[in-house]
C-alpha cells in the first residue's frame, strides 16, 4: 500500500494512536487503513464415498489437485460461498453442506471454512480454472500431487473420519509449508 | 474507495475481464482491489458456571454488553486472536480456548468465530474499550442490554448446552436486524 485510498495521498507505516501495531495512515486525510486475514471458504464434495477433486488450471500450484475453494465474497455466507465456488471450480451442485474443517494459516493471513456436501446427481462438470475434475476413493487419492497442505489433511482426516463414523468440525493451523533444501 | 492504493490513480467500479462482479479497478495500472468480508474473533470465557462479560466503552452500542471480541489480525490464528481481544478488553487471560460458534452476518460481510474458555485464576479486569467487566450466571444475563444479536444469540445457545452436556460446533447466519418502526 502505497497511497490512500480515500484521497489519494501518500500514506506512511505507523502506529496509530491507541493502537499497538503498525497501519498504513494517510498522511493527509488520517484515514487508518487496516489489513486483515481473508477467508477462503470451499467444500468437500462426496458422491458414492468418493471425493471430488479438481485439477488446478491456475498457478499457484498448476496441475496439481484441490477441492473447490475460493476467497469468500462480502455480502455471502460462508456456506452460500462454499457452494458457489464448487459451482465455479467443479460445475457441480453442493448439497446438504455440514460444517466440517476450519484451518487457519496464520503466515499468509488466511482462515480455511471447508464444508462436507453431496453431489446433486452425481454430476461435476470442469470449471475455467480447472483442467479436469474427478472423484476418488481413498486408495485412489494422489497424494503426491495435492496442491496445499490444508487439502491434504482435510482429506486424510475426511476418511479416517469415515472409518470412525463420525465427523466432529475441527481447527487448527497449518505452519509455513517446510520445503525440502534445494539440491 | 476513490484511488488506487498502489499508484494512487482513480479506480473505477467495473467487472474485470473473467470476472462476474463489480471490483475496484485502478485506470492507470489496471490493478483490481478486492474487498472480502472480515473475521471477527472471540472467547466465551466461563468461570464457576458464569460467563464473563463486558460492557462496551465505546460506540457502536457503548454502553450495552458484549463477549470480549474483535478483528481478527494479518498473522495471528483465530485462537490467538480470540484470546488477544479477551486479555485486550477484559484483562483475563483465556484458558483451554475450544472452538464453539460461528456466525455469519453477510448484511455487514462479516464472520464470527467464538472459541469457548476458561478464565486464569478466575481474574479479570477492564480493559480501554470496556466501562467494566463482569461473571453472569444465566439467571443474571441482562439481556435487554446485550449489545449484538450474536453475542445474544452464542449465550442463549451456551445455557442451552450446558444442560444438554455437550458444546457442538455451530454456524449459521445472522439477518439483517429488524428495527421496530420509529414511533
Not at 475453494?69 to 465456488?85: I, L, P
Request: contains cysteine; proline residues 7%; charged residues 25%.
Amino acid at each position: 500500500m502505497n497511497f490512500c485510498s480515500s484521497c489519494g495521498a501518500v500514506v506512511t507505516l505507523r502506529v496509530p494512536e491507541g493502537d499497538d501495531r503498525e497501519r498504513y495512515v494517510c498522511a493527509s486525510c488520517e484515514a487508518i487503513h487496516y489489513i486483515n486475514p481473508r477467508v477462503i471458504v470451499g467444500c468437500l464434495p462426496v458422491h458414492e464415498g468418493r471425493v471430488l477433486l479438481c485439477r488446478r488450471a491456475i498457478e499457484p500450484r498448476r496441475n496439481y489437485w484441490t477441492l473447490p475453494a475460493g476467497f469468500m465474497e462480502n455480502g455471502e455466507t460462508s456456506m452460500a460461498g462454499a457452494a458457489r465456488e464448487t459451482w465455479e471450480e467443479a460445475h457441480a451442485r453442493a448439497t446438504d453442506l455440514e460444517l466440517y474443517r476450519i484451518f487457519d494459516v496464520p503466515h499468509i493471513s488466511q482462515v480455511y471454512m471447508f464444508y462436507r456436501c453431496g453431489l446433486q446427481g452425481g454430476e461435476y462438470g470442469v470449471g475455467p480454472e480447472s483442467l479436469e475434475s474427478a472423484l476418488f476413493g481413498e486408495a485412489e487419492i494422489p497424494w503426491d500431487e495435492i496442491a496445499f497442505p490444508v487439502v491434504r489433511e482435510a482429506l486424510s482426516e475426511y476418511f479416517d473420519d469415515v472409518r470412525q463414523g463420525r465427523f466432529p468440525v475441527r481447527v487448527s493451523a497449518i505452519e509455513r509449508m517446510k520445503r525440502p533444501p534445494a539440491v
